[in-house]
């Protein structure tokens, strides 16, 4: 079964969504959308390092969006504004990154694959690297929910109940850094942003609880993944970009609906 | 016995030293008040208490073993973040329905379980902070700055809740507030803070302390507060007709919230 490039393709797809959508969560809810952005485009970095040092792209890319989301952590104690801090910091990773890459010589190297994914691409070896960090960011926020939850309401109220704001603020990093290096196959460094939030905000409308949001975006990013697939293969789109318009499409709807919902309520 | 203690705090924010050389010790079954003007260091401190900022100098001790139920000073719960009552009230430890609706029951907002976080009114909201506060029967109930936005009735109100809670649980209640007459009256002792002790005491030693008077003044919120004070005073006879209308609320005021 394993031998069809679609089924790889769609198993990939499913698997980056439920490692993504919990998190995207948290994304959404602690206002950290940038920054998801600066540590996925800080990834391109990662595949020169990799490339240079001839170690795998997912060692290369988790290693570069990890020091990134810690740079940014720790400047962020510093003067600048965030979102300023995160506009400098994610563009100039990005740019140096392409810049790096094409410096490396003797490499000939598929940029666009790395921008904007390659998820028809997926070896059995990649699909076991998706699979094992999908697998640990979910156990790991999966195992950190309550403690996840309470510092994002307030760092203060998880002081006073025993929990370091601080400690779950590193481990939303490290998740982050995981998604990004096992998402890069699938959607690309640019387009890994909307993964995280898209499905997230467009269970929103639907949700009251913050586990019903996390259980509707996991079910609407593996339906887009799928549903994307479906897509650029019949329409022959490239597949990365063709799954966000279908996560586009699933927002925009979304929000069409429940203010059709309410209008009829009241 | 001591359940929280500080000695010789000093606590910088930034490159800004909010306080300085605190001495500071709370013991069950106390109400302790924290005054001061904007920007002299009483949320620090609270924090401070609490370990969510260290100590740039002195030491901060807590008893073993030391359950504390905090109200923050505000709670922004974002527009994306679905959370109803009963959630919120299992933050961070699940807790059974009855549990849940003794507790809002206890706060006086019964029923309110299933509602969204986001659609409570002002005075509601404080109310579930003040349940969640106290779901674990804490040793020590830390409030920052607890009602505000609350009108006059209501944060009388939730005073006297306050007061009652701590006859009931036994617990020691540390609170921040900017309304002096009400909160006052209430506590047991109360500490004036500008960035160190000013003067701290039973209620009246603190009203009439120079230091005090120093930063908030004789008149309006001061007034109140003194009432009493200011009446055994004879020498500042203006000072009480400028007053007189109001004389009788004053009075009642904090009689009220005992």
Same mark, same amino acid.
């Given at each position: 079964m394993l031998d069809d490039f679609l089924v790889r393709a769609a198993l990939a797809g499913v698997g980056v969504a439920i490692a993504a959508a919990p998190l995207g969560c948290f994304v959404v809810?602690?206002?950290?959308?940038?920054?998801?952005?600066?540590t996925a485009h800080a990834a391109i970095l990662g595949v020169?390092?990799?490339?240079?040092?001839?170690?795998?792209?997912?060692?290369?890319?988790?290693?570069?969006?990890?020091?990134?989301?810690?740079?940014?952590?720790?400047?962020?104690?510093?003067?600048?504004?965030?979102?300023?801090?995160?506009?400098?910091?994610?563009?100039?990773?990005?740019?140096?990154?392409?810049?790096?890459?094409?410096?490396?010589?003797?490499?000939?190297?598929?940029?666009?694959?790395?921008?904007?994914?390659?998820?028809?691409?997926?070896?059995?070896?990649?699909?076991?690297?998706i699979w094992g960090g999908a697998l640990a960011v979910t156990l790991l926020v999966f195992w950190r929910w309550s403690a996840l939850l309470t510092a994002t309401l307030n760092p203060d109220l998880a002081t006073a109940a025993g929990i370091d704001p601080?400690?779950?603020?590193?481990?939303?990093?490290?998740?982050?850094?995981?998604?990004?290096?096992?998402?890069?196959?699938?959607?690309?460094?640019?387009?890994?942003?909307?993964?995280?939030?898209?499905?997230?905000?467009?269970?929103?409308?639907?949700?009251r609880t913050p586990e019903g949001m996390?259980?509707?975006?996991?079910?609407?990013?593996?339906?887009?993944?799928?549903?994307?697939?479906?897509?650029?293969y019949l329409y022959d789109t490239p597949t990365g970009p063709t799954i966000v318009c279908v996560l586009a499409v699933c927002f925009a709807l979304a929000n069409l609906g429940s203010a059709m919902l309410s209008a009829r309520r009241s | 016995m001591s359940l929280v203690a500080a000695h010789g705090l000093t606590v910088q924010v930034g490159s800004v030293t909010a306080l300085s050389g605190?001495?500071?010790?709370?013991?069950?079954?106390?109400?302790?008040?924290?005054?001061?003007?904007?920007?002299?260091?009483?949320?620090?401190? @609270?924090?401070?208490?609490?370990?969510? #900022?260290?100590?740039?100098?002195?030491? %901060?001790?807590? *008893?073993?073993?030391?359950? $504390?139920?905090?109200?923050?000073?505000?709670?922004?719960?974002?527009?994306?973040?679905?959370?109803?009552?009963?959630?919120?009230l299992s933050l961070p430890r699940r807790r059974k329905t009855p549990e849940i609706d003794a507790a809002l029951a206890e706060a006086e907002v019964a029923g309110l379980a299933d509602r969204q976080m986001s659609a409570l009114s002002g005075g509601q909201f404080q109310r579930v902070l003040l349940a969640r506060a106290v779901m674990d029967r804490p040793d020590l109930l830390i409030l920052?700055?607890?009602?505000?936005?609350?009108?006059?009735?209501?944060?009388?109100?939730?005073?006297?809740?306050?007061?009652?809670?701590?006859?009931? @649980?036994?617990?020691?209640?540390?609170? #921040?507030?900017?309304?002096?007459?009400? %909160?006052?009256? *209430?506590?047991?002792?109360? $500490?004036?803070?500008?960035g160190h002790i000013c003067c701290e005491g039973a209620p009246d030693i603190v009203a009439s302390a120079p230091e005090y008077r120093a930063l908030f003044g004789t008149g309006t919120g001061g007034a109140l507060a003194l009432y009493r004070h200011e009446h055994s005073h004879s020498h500042d006879h203006d000072h009480g007709h400028r007053h007189g209308h109001g004389q009788d609320r004053m009075h009642d005021a904090p009689e009220e919230v005992r």
């Open positions: 809810w602690r206002r950290m959308a940038y920054f998801g952005e600066a020169a390092l990799s490339l240079s040092l001839s170690m795998s792209i997912f060692a290369g890319t988790l290693v570069a969006a990890m020091g990134m989301a810690l740079a940014v952590s720790a400047l962020s104690q510093r003067s600048y504004a965030m979102d300023t801090l995160l506009g400098v910091m994610a563009h100039s990773s990005l740019a140096l990154g392409l810049v790096a890459v094409s410096l490396l010589d003797g490499v000939r190297v598929d940029l666009m694959s790395f921008l904007f994914g390659d998820i028809l691409a997926v070896s059995r070896g990649d699909l076991a690297v601080r400690r779950e603020q590193l481990i939303l990093t490290l998740a982050l850094a995981v998604t990004v290096a096992v998402a890069i196959k699938v959607v690309g460094v640019l387009l890994i942003g909307a993964m995280l939030v898209i499905p997230a905000a467009s269970a929103r409308p639907f949700s996390a259980g509707l975006a996991i079910l609407l990013g593996a339906g887009a993944a799928l549903g994307g697939l479906e897509l650029s | 605190v001495d500071f010790s709370i013991s069950t079954g106390e109400i302790v008040t924290i005054v001061g003007p904007n920007g002299s260091g009483k949320s620090s401190l @609270l924090r401070a208490l609490i370990g969510a #900022v260290p100590a740039a100098r002195g030491s %901060v001790t807590r *008893a073993p073993g030391l359950r $504390i139920g905090y109200v923050p000073q505000k709670l922004d719960i974002g527009a994306t973040l679905p959370l109803t009552v009963r959630r919120f920052d700055e607890a009602t505000q936005g609350l009108d006059q009735p209501g944060s009388a109100a939730f005073y006297r809740k306050i007061a009652d809670l701590r006859d009931r @649980l036994n617990c020691a209640v540390l609170m #921040v507030s900017h309304e002096l007459h009400v %909160v006052m009256s *209430a506590s047991d002792r109360v $500490i004036c803070l500008n």
